[in-house]
C-alpha cells in the first residue's frame, strides 16, 4: 500500500511552530536536570546536542523571518475565488 503526499510514513521531517520548539527545549532542560547521575552517557548526549540544535535553530529563527519577508501570496496562480458572472457551478452526480 503506498503513502499519499504528506503522510506521516514519507520520512519527512516535523514542522513545528517557534513556540512548540520553545517548549520542546524547556521539556529537554528539564529532562536533562533530572537524570540520575547512571544514566547512559550517549543518552545524556544526545539530549544535550538537542538541545544545542534547537537553541541554533531559535537563534535563526529572526533572521530567517526578515529574509522571507515580503508580500506573500497564500493562494497559486488561478486558483482564486470564483467570479460572481457566470453559470453557476453543477453538483455533482453520485
Known amino acids: ?10 520520512n519527512q521531517p516535523i514542522r513545528r511552530t517557534h513556540a512548540e520548539k520553545q517548549k ?4 529537554l532542560r528539564e529532562t536533562l536536570a533530572t537524570m540520575k547521575s547512571h544514566t547512559a552517557p550517549t543518552l545524556r548526549e544526545s539530549v544535550q ?10 537563534a535563526a529563527a ?19 475565488p470564483r467570479p ?7 453538483p455533482r452526480s453520485i
Do not use: Y
Open 1 to 10: 500500500m503506498r503513502a499519499f503526499h504528506g503522510q506521516m510514513s514519507d
Open 24 to 27: 520542546q527545549l524547556r521539556d
Open 49 to 58: 546536542k538537542r538541545i544545542r540544535q534547537l537553541e541554533a535553530e531559535l
Open 62 to 80: 529572526p533572521v530567517l523571518k526578515e529574509s522571507n519577508a515580503g508580500p506573500r501570496n497564500p493562494r497559486p496562480e488561478g486558483r482564486g
Open 84 to 90: 460572481t458572472g457566470g453559470t453557476p457551478r453543477r
